[in-house]
Nanobody, 125 residues
Framework: QVQLVESGGGLVQTGDSLRLSCATS????????MGWFRQAPGKKREFVAR????????YYADSVKGRFTISRDIAKNTMYLQMNSLKPEDTAVYYC??????????????????WGQGTQVTVSS
C-alpha cells in the first residue's frame, strides 16, 4: 500500500522556521515528481512547491519563493520543505503529493496521484 506521511508541523511565531518531512513507503518514488500543497480554512488547496524526480529542478509559488526550500533524499524515500521567515498567511494544512513514476507534474493538484494526510502549520502574529 502506497503511503505518504507528513510530519514536522506545529505552532510557531512570525519569523520562525519549520521543516516538514514527507516519508514515503509502499513503493519507491525515486522516479516520481513530488510536491507540497497547502489548504487554509475556507480556501482551495494551493500549490506551494514541487521537485522533479531527479531533484534537479524545483518550482515555487510566488508567495513562498525565497523563504521555502523543497528537497528530497531519494535514499531515505523522504521529501522536505524547509520554511523560513514564516508569516501568519502561511497558516494551513500542508500536504505532500507524488506523481506516478516518469510522468510530468505541473503546479495543479490534479497533476498528482498520491497524497498524504496533511500536517497543520500555524503561525501566530
Amino acid at each position: 500500500q502506497v503511503q505518504l506521511v507528513e510530519s514536522g508541523g506545529g505552532l510557531v511565531q512570525t519569523g520562525d522556521s519549520l521543516r516538514l518531512s514527507c516519508a514515503t513507503s509502499g513503493r519507491t518514488f525515486s522516479g516520481s515528481a513530488m510536491g507540497w500543497f497547502r489548504q487554509a480554512p475556507g480556501k482551495k488547496r494551493e500549490f506551494v512547491a514541487r521537485i522533479t524526480w531527479s531533484g534537479g529542478f524545483t518550482y515555487y509559488a510566488d508567495s513562498v519563493k525565497g523563504r521555502f526550500t523543497i528537497s528530497r533524499d531519494i535514499a531515505k524515500n523522504t521529501m522536505y520543505l524547509q520554511m523560513n521567515s514564516l508569516k501568519p498567511e502561511d497558516t494551513a494544512v500542508y500536504y505532500c503529493a507524488a506523481r506516478r513514476p516518469l510522468l510530468v507534474a505541473g503546479n495543479s493538484a490534479t497533476d498528482f496521484d498520491y497524497w498524504g494526510q496533511g500536517t497543520q502549520v500555524t503561525v501566530s502574529s
